[in-house]
């Protein structure tokens, strides 16, 4: 049972170039979390989605885009990589929005 | 907006002593409080999940207690070991998302 799965584990972008970050579970759950860690402030909520064709803005959404076309996956798109989006992003997912949330093992991105 | 907080940042104990993490926030309608483990350049590892009913929740040498009407949780780890080195973290969830606090970082010496 794999769990969350984040592809890729590490990448570094140069500013202005696009990526994709994807995130996999095979848990069947409804809710899928995008959040990003930076030293000392915590997580932080990117992007969320309720279900399959759902989402919804979290607290730091600026400059990313998400899509959930398939139940099990959650992408992260960064449109135009900036060094303040230098972070280690998690995905996480529930199978209720009040259930045990579980999460990937994070993906380090480096943009420079 | 939820805010939590996490005192203190970091904590330095020898093998055997017991360990207390504080968690507190602000709005006390939350839903649920779930502790984590992180380990250097890892994932989230859920540790134990207390529903806005419940006062406490145990599993092995880990309890966790929550008071929500005060705003606080509190995370015991009974007679520490090395391997308990870690961060830990708190998250509340209300409307379905959680908010962290920025974590409590363990050395367990021994």
């Known amino acids: 049972n794999a769990g969350v799965t984040q592809t890729p584990k590490f990448r570094v972008l140069k500013t202005g170039q696009s990526m994709t970050l994807l995130c996999a579970q095979d848990m069947n759950h409804e809710y899928m979390y995008w959040y990003r860690q930076d030293p000392g402030m915590g997580l932080r909520l990117i992007h969320y989605s309720v279900g399959e064709g759902t989402t919804a803005k979290g607290e730091v959404p600026d400059g990313y885009n998400v899509s959930r076309l398939k139940k099990q996956n959650f992408l992260l798109g960064l449109e135009s990589a900036a060094p303040s989006q230098t972070s280690v992003y998690f995905c996480a997912s529930s199978l209720g929005g009040y259930l045990e949330a579980f999460f990937g093992q994070g993906t380090r991105l480096t943009v420079v | 907006k939820q805010e939590v907080t996490q005192i203190p940042a970091a904590l330095s104990v020898p093998e055997g002593e017991n360990l207390v993490l504080n968690c507190s926030f602000t709005d006390s309608a939350i839903y649920n409080l779930q502790w984590f483990r992180q380990d250097p350049g890892k994932g989230l590892t859920s540790l134990l999940l207390i529903q806005s009913s419940q006062r406490e929740q145990t599993s092995g040498r880990l309890n966790a207690s929550l008071d929500k009407s005060s705003g606080r949780s509190t995370l015991y780890i009974a007679a520490s070991q090395p391997g308990d080195s870690a961060t830990y973290l708190c998250?509340?969830?209300?409307?379905?998302?959680?908010?962290f606090g920025a974590g409590t970082t363990v050395t367990v010496r021994a």
């Open positions: 998250a509340v969830r209300d409307d379905y998302k959680l908010s």
